[in-house]
């Protein structure tokens, strides 16, 4: 059973900066998508980032220049590496997974999640 588990999340002031790891167990696909999405209370799931097996990224147009999505020399690890962090950038930070090629940003293309971790910039 594949399982993602994020971690990095934590509390940091406006213009600070923060790395989100996403490790998925037991993903062994040669063709997929990883992606970050996230959700502010009160607020619907939205795509952050994603990152496919020939590491072609996209990025949400509020997060360009900011964030950056990678993946590890471990295997099976994404991460997304934060800078210049704002209020509105508070949310819980989701890692997801397809076994497919092709990237989107519908919560539907995706068929792993994980739990989250929570990112709360203050101002």
């Known amino acids: 059973q594949e399982h993602l588990v994020e971690s990095g999340g934590g509390s940091v002031e406006s213009g600070g900066s923060l790395t989100l790891s996403c490790r998925a167990s037991?993903?062994?696909?040669?063709?997929?998508?990883l992606a970050w999405f996230r959700q502010a209370p009160g607020k619907e799931r939205e795509p952050v980032a994603t990152?496919?097996?020939?590491?072609?990224?996209s990025y949400v147009d509020s997060v360009k220049g900011r964030f950056t999505v990678s993946q590890g020399n471990a295997e099976n690890t994404v991460y997304l590496q934060m800078n210049s962090l704002k209020p509105e950038d508070t949310a819980m930070y989701y890692c997801a997974a397809v076994s497919s090629y092709g990237c989107g940003t519908r919560l539907g293309r995706y068929n792993f999640w994980g739990q989250g971790t929570q990112v709360t910039v203050s101002s």
């Open positions: 990152i496919d097996m020939q590491d072609r990224t």
């Open positions: 037991k993903f062994t696909y040669s063709t997929y998508c």
